[in-house]
Every structure is written in structure tokens, then in C-alpha cells.
């Protein structure tokens, strides 16, 4: 049975449609399908070095890793039980400090949204005050008579004169 890749390094029709498309698409992807078709062949021995290499720096990286996961981890234990007791009690100690922490970061939040909300209600409270005062009814004039068939008062009518009839 003849097993080959339908993309290879070739000039297969499904390379060259490939890099058709990559030309149309976006030009930088037309150059890498032309460069894998020429090249391609050589492609195997630059993997093998290249896998080679970062498998040595994930491997320092997984030796670092494997030493901060001993020292963060509570559960890691170094062999001398009275140091790792000592290091149990003080982490739990912290956590409990960090309990209060955030504990008291919730009830200061909680206090200054109090001082906001009555800050606001006084802000209010100051306009519908001075709100009132500007729209609050004139005194009558006594100088202005009152309709004598309806016995009413004239009323004023202007610009600004009511919010509600603008």
C-alpha cells in the first residue's frame, strides 16, 4: 500500500492550490507554502535539532518548576518534621491573617459606600432644596387685580415661567 502525505515537499496539485491560496489570502502565506515546497525536504533534520534544543530548556524549566511546587505547596514535605511543622503552623498563620485582611478590606469598602450613599442623599437633598425655593409660588402682587368676571388672578405666561410648560 502506498502511503504518502497529501502535503508534502512538492509540487503536488495540493501544494500548488495551497499556495495559490496563501498567495490570495495574505502574501506572507504564499512565500511559506513556496519555501516548504523548495525546501521542505530538508525540513526534517531542522525539526529533529530544533526539538532537540527546546526539549533541553523545557527541561531546566520543569527542573525550576519542580522546586517551586515543593516550596508552594503546603503538603511538600523536606524531610525534617520539625521544620515542616514549624512552616505548617506559620502558613496557617498567615492564611488567618490574610482572613482578617480581607475581612476588614470588606467592611472598609462597606463603610466608604455608606459615606458615598449619604454624601449623595445630602447632594440631593441640597438641590430639591434649592429647587423648591426657585419654584416655589411668588407672593402676590397687590398691584395686580384679579379678573373681575372670574374673580382669578392674571396669570403670567413666558419663557421659564413653569418647567412644565416648556
Known amino acids: 500500500m502506498n ?23 495574505f ?3 504564499g512565500f511559506a507554502m513556496l519555501a516548504y515546497i523548495i525546501w ?29 511546587a515543593r516550596w508552594g505547596n503546603g503538603s511538600a514535605r523536606t524531610g525534617n518534621v520539625a521544620f515542616d511543622d ?16 480581607d475581612e476588614m478590606l470588606t467592611q472598609f469598602d462597606e463603610y466608604a459606600r455608606e459615606l458615598r450613599r449619604a454624601k449623595d442623599q445630602d447632594e440631593f437633598d441640597r438641590f430639591m432644596a434649592n429647587r423648591n425655593k426657585s419654584t416655589a409660588p411668588a407672593k402676590t402682587d397687590p398691584s395686580t387685580k384679579a379678573d373681575p368676571s372670574t374673580g382669578a388672578a392674571p396669570t403670567k405666561r413666558g419663557k421659564g415661567s413653569n418647567l412644565l410648560d416648556d
Open 3 to 25: 502511503t504518502s502525505a497529501l502535503i508534502r515537499p512538492a509540487w503536488t496539485p495540493a501544494t500548488i492550490a495551497l499556495m495559490v491560496i496563501g498567495f490570495m489570502v
Open 27 to 29: 502574501w506572507p502565506l
Open 40 to 68: 521542505g525536504d530538508r525540513l526534517e533534520g531542522f525539526k529533529r535539532d530544533v526539538n532537540r534544543a527546546t526539549d533541553g530548556i523545557f527541561a531546566g524549566c520543569r527542573r525550576g518548576s519542580d522546586k517551586a
Open 86 to 101: 514549624w512552616r505548617e503552623k506559620e502558613l496557617e498563620r498567615l492564611d488567618e491573617e490574610r482572613r482578617k485582611l
